[in-house]
């Protein structure tokens, strides 16, 4: 019976550690992976190494020009002689960390005979509206036709001639040197119609490192897919002033022709309001000597916080907002006028904010007072206000007046109030402008999901950052060949992608859930189980341990 009851005891034992090494495999096998597994954070991959070489991208800039030589521009023999083709490479000595090499690719032939004969009809616009029709000119594209020394095209007093397109016009030479001041006049012309470093420059101004932190007052808007632009008429006296402007017609006639020659930057829309009781916010000082009101322009800055707040238009867009204000001064303030930081008065009395809009202060004539009954009805002089605003339109974006050569006549902006080149010019810096953002916000980005590992990396994440590198390569290929169009669109692309990608909600899902805390969550979860397993393997194996030295000590 003893034997028997022993025999039991032992296959019990038996039973119990075939049962605790059968839940120890199961934990350790089975539920660790599996816990493991279903616990880690999804981290779709990632194009990192691709991601590293953009900040090492070398951009080329292709500009192509075509030169054209009338038959009477040089002497037969100097035709017979030129180059095809002329590859000028030129180094934009930027401090940024992309390298960008500009290319004007010269073509130089000889004038068909249709150019011959456009070249000797009418005036020099006349001329170039007759080239214009026979021919298509790509965006960033530029032709320069080398008239004849004694061609009436163009004044005795004027060498060269740069049109509203992208058509330019020189004086020929008919002496031995003549090939080498032409070169030197088509780059006077390539300087002012075409991509130079200062075009660059301010497009990187954000990402130049000299230039953060500075105060430029020309830095211009930050490239967008769309503008939102609002006119708004402030009239703090309206006990006085019965203010009347016909915005509907002034923006159909001077803005839209000038937006619709921009259409091709973004998406821009206009809207107007009229603000009653709007006041600046600074008291202006009165100057006795004048008997009128000022405002110095150390008190300019203060003016436009107090009237932002009224504006409300901001709040509303997901674009960039660009407000432009006509302030008609109450009668207390009357009239009143803006000075520069030298004290004279501004002869615009408007001033502008980078990136913001501008002011344009709008004075009532003093004889409309004489025996008038308040409140004063106000016409206000829309074509002199649109002008402010127009040039103050140009600087928002960047687009200045550009230095004409010596002796050079111009027509001046086609009705649009822009010239097709400078359109080609802005193209150019917003698609560097973009291409440089989209390369920054990429490197944020991996940077940021290289040091923290636990942020969830969804699949539309990683295929927005795999679309935005992708653009960024199409952008850089496309500004090799020259296609100004294709390589904005396909800059546009990659800064909404990139930005789709690091703005992304699903990154921030984990973002405060690190790994201890996760051990800290589970651990009081399996420590209840894992003790009396833990306990057991340690037993049998101080058991197994026992077993194996009892021999030792029979011998």
């Not at 080398?146 to 016009?169: C, H, N, Q, W």
């Not at 390369?439 to 923290?452: R, V």
């Not at 703005?503 to 800290?520: M, V």
Request: glycine share 4%; proline share 6%.
């Amino acid at each position: 019976m003893a034997a028997a009851g022993e025999g039991a005891t032992n296959l019990e034992v038996a039973r119990g550690k075939r049962a605790a090494l059968f839940f120890a495999t199961v934990a350790i096998v089975l539920g660790l992976p599996l816990w493991w597994k279903t616990t880690e954070t999804y981290r779709a991959s990632l194009p990192y190494s691709e991601i590293s070489e953009l900040n090492a991208l070398q951009l080329r800039i292709k500009v192509p020009i075509t030169v054209v030589f009338s038959r009477d521009s040089l002497y037969p023999q100097d035709l017979e002689m030129l180059p095809d083709t002329v590859v000028d490479e030129q180094e934009i000595p930027l401090k940024y960390k992309m390298k960008i090499n500009c290319y004007y690719h010269k073509e130089y032939r000889i004038a068909s005979e249709h150019e011959e004969e456009a070249l000797k009809l009418g005036t020099v616009q006349e001329v170039e509206a007759m080239l214009l029709e026979s021919q298509e000119q790509a965006e960033g594209s530029l032709t320069v036709y080398v008239i004849d020394e004694r061609s009436s095209l163009l004044p005795k007093d004027m060498i060269s001639y740069i049109g509203p397109k992208r058509t330019a016009f020189i004086r020929g030479l008919i002496h031995h040197d003549a090939f080498f001041f032409i070169t030197l006049r088509i780059r006077e012309i390539i300087s002012t119609m075409s991509l130079t470093e200062e075009v660059l420059a301010a497009a990187l101004a954000d990402h130049l490192s000299e230039s953060k932190g500075s105060s430029d007052k020309r830095r211009p808007l930050k490239s967008s897919l769309g503008y939102e632009i609002t006119f708004s008429l402030l009239n703090p006296d309206p006990k006085s002033h019965d203010v009347h402007w016909d915005i509907e017609g002034a923006v159909r006639h001077y803005v839209q022709p000038f937006l619709n020659t921009l259409s091709i930057a973004g998406n821009i829309s206009v809207d107007s309001q009229i603000l009653y009781y709007a006041m600046l916010g600074v008291n202006p000082r009165f100057d006795v000597a004048s008997s009128s009101y000022y405002l110095a322009a150390h008190s300019l800055p203060h003016v436009i916080n107090p009237v932002e707040s009224r504006l409300g238009s901001s709040a509303a867009s997901l674009y960039p907002v660009l407000n432009f204000l006509l302030y008609v001064p109450e009668l207390a303030h009357s009239p009143l006028y803006i000075q520069d930081k030298d004290g004279t008065p501004v002869a615009t009395n408007a001033f502008h904010s980078p990136r913001w809009g501008g002011i344009m202060v709008y004075n009532v004539d003093p004889r409309a007072y004489n025996g008038s009954k308040l409140p004063v009805k106000v016409e206000v002089d829309m074509v002199r206000v649109m002008e402010v605003f127009l040039a103050q339109l140009r600087l928002l974006f960047g687009i200045t007046q550009p230095q004409m050569p010596p002796n050079c006549l111009s027509p001046g902006p086609p009705p649009g109030g822009l010239m097709t080149w400078e359109v080609d010019r802005l193209l150019w810096a917003r698609t560097v402008e973009n291409l440089a953002t989209a390369t920054t916000t990429l490197t944020s980005l991996s940077q940021l999901l290289g040091k923290i590992s636990n942020i969830v990396i969804k699949d539309d994440v990683a295929s927005e950052v795999y679309r935005a590198v992708a653009a960024i390569q199409k952008t850089a290929k496309e500004l090799a060949s020259g296609h100004l169009v294709s390589a904005f669109a396909a800059s546009q692309e990659a800064v909404t992608s990139s930005e789709r990608a690091f703005f992304d909600p699903s990154l921030l899902h984990l973002l405060y859930f690190p790994d201890d805390q996760k051990f800290a969550i589970y651990i009081p979860l399996f420590l209840p189980m894992a003790v009396p397993i833990l306990l057991s393997l340690v037993k049998i194996f101080l058991e197994m341990r026992k077993s194996w030295k009892k021999p030792e000590k029979r011998d």
